[in-house]
């Protein structure tokens, strides 16, 4: 079965200093995996996707993402963090259902704080 | 666009109550998805729609709980009788891309329920 893993509840960085999320994934086949973010009060918003045209992938507002097979690993990243990124985090597989459709896993989130 | 509409914003009520929520996805869109939030349980899918049909509900927790879609543009999600760990942040859904797996979903920005 698809599922991903994110390693950290709570992550904390000061502004201006590099952020990393971690996400591993669990997947038998070439996966499609996502970077959702969620303000506090607010609908999830898609940061980037993976759809193994390149292993690096720019989404919004700075942040990337690379995936690497060999460590079953889709990790976040940003250079330099605002306040405005304070936020939640959401890796998420794409897994193919029976019904011939694809849904949703997501992982549990990681609780980005940002310190002044 | 105006994106997924959902209402009431914030739902309060009392237990044994019947509770309705609203959604209207984005116009084109021909899958609807709705999903509970919750602390301990993270982000769940309950049901999900294509072109107005019911296509997996293996997420709806109990007989309580019900969903519609009698138009392209509404959905409804009841809960009757409400109970108390019914309390949650419930997103709807849409998208229009679901028959490739790296697909985008744009969520509405949620309904607290609150029973009390």
């Known amino acids: 079965a698809q599922s991903v893993t994110q390693l950290d509840s709570h992550v904390s960085v000061s502004e201006g200093t590099p952020v990393l999320l971690r996400c591993n994934y669990s997947?038998?086949?070439?996966?499609?995996l996502f970077w959702y973010v969620q303000h506090p009060n607010k609908g999830l918003q898609l940061l980037l996707k993976?759809?193994?045209?390149?292993?690096l992938v720019k989404g919004i507002n700075g942040f990337e993402a690379e995936f690497k097979k060999s460590e079953t690993s889709f990790h976040l990243t940003k250079p330099s963090a605002h306040m405005s990124d304070a936020a939640e985090y959401f890796c998420v597989v794409s897994v193919y259902t029976t019904s011939g459709t694809y849904k949703y896993i997501f992982g549990t989130g990681t609780r980005l704080k940002v310190l002044a | 666009d105006a994106g997924v509409i959902q209402s009431p914003r914030h739902e309060v009520t009392e237990m044994g109550q019947e509770v309705t929520l609203r959604c209207k996805p984005i116009s084109g869109h021909d899958y609807l998805f709705w999903y509970r939030q919750t602390m301990m349980r993270g982000l769940e899918l309950l049901i999900y729609f294509n072109n107005n049909v019911p296509i997996d509900d293996s997420g709806m927790p109990e007989d309580r709980f019900s969903a519609k879609m009698p138009n392209a543009s509404f959905s409804t999600l009841k809960i009757q009788p409400s109970e108390p760990r019914d309390s949650a942040v419930y997103f709807c859904a849409s998208t229009t891309r679901q028959g490739v797996p790296a697909y985008e979903q744009y969520f509405g920005p949620g309904t607290r329920l609150t029973v009390t």
């Open positions: 997947s038998s086949y070439s996966p499609s």
């Open positions: 993976y759809t193994s045209a390149a292993t």
